[in-house]
């Protein structure tokens, strides 16, 4: 289970004066369903590497963290607090999402980045991506 704390990375006390209400809400969303997509991962044996479950690989980011982040998006759904990456370094999490993706993801209001373009991590949203599609590529 992730916490909001691990969700901000300190960057609740760092950029405070922009994490307004609109944007805690949409982070209490996004951990909610993160905690209940790992609850039901995790009660249907998927098993992560020792330490993985509930780490936070990248929660919220503030636009300058998310400009100077490798790889991410200009309109990133991190910057809204509606993304969250959850480490999967053994891809079992990606290939349990990926496989109930329209069950459970569905039943979440989650979508999925494909766990191709994610080599480590797990990367889940509460927005559709442009294609509308459950599991999409950048």
Not at 13 to 31: F, P
Not at 131 to 136: C, H, N, T, Y
Request: net charge positive.
């Amino acid at each position: 289970m992730i916490e909001l704390s691990q969700f901000y990375m300190g960057r609740d006390k760092t950029h405070a004066h922009i994490l307004g209400s609109d944007l805690r809400a949409n982070a209490s969303r996004t951990v909610e369903a993160a905690n209940k997509l790992l609850t039901l991962a995790k009660g249907a044996g998927v098993q992560l590497k020792p330490g993985q479950w509930g780490m936070v690989r990248s929660g919220w980011r503030p636009p300058d963290i998310n400009g100077t982040t490798k790889g991410a998006s200009k309109t990133s759904l991190h910057m809204q607090c509606l993304a969250v990456d959850l480490e999967d370094n053994n891809k079992a999490l990606g290939r349990w999402c990926l496989a109930n993706a329209d069950t459970v993801l569905k039943d979440l209001n989650l979508w999925l980045e494909h766990p191709e373009a994610t080599p480590s991590w797990c990367h889940v949203q509460l927005r559709p991506p442009g294609s509308g599609r459950r599991v999409f590529r950048p």
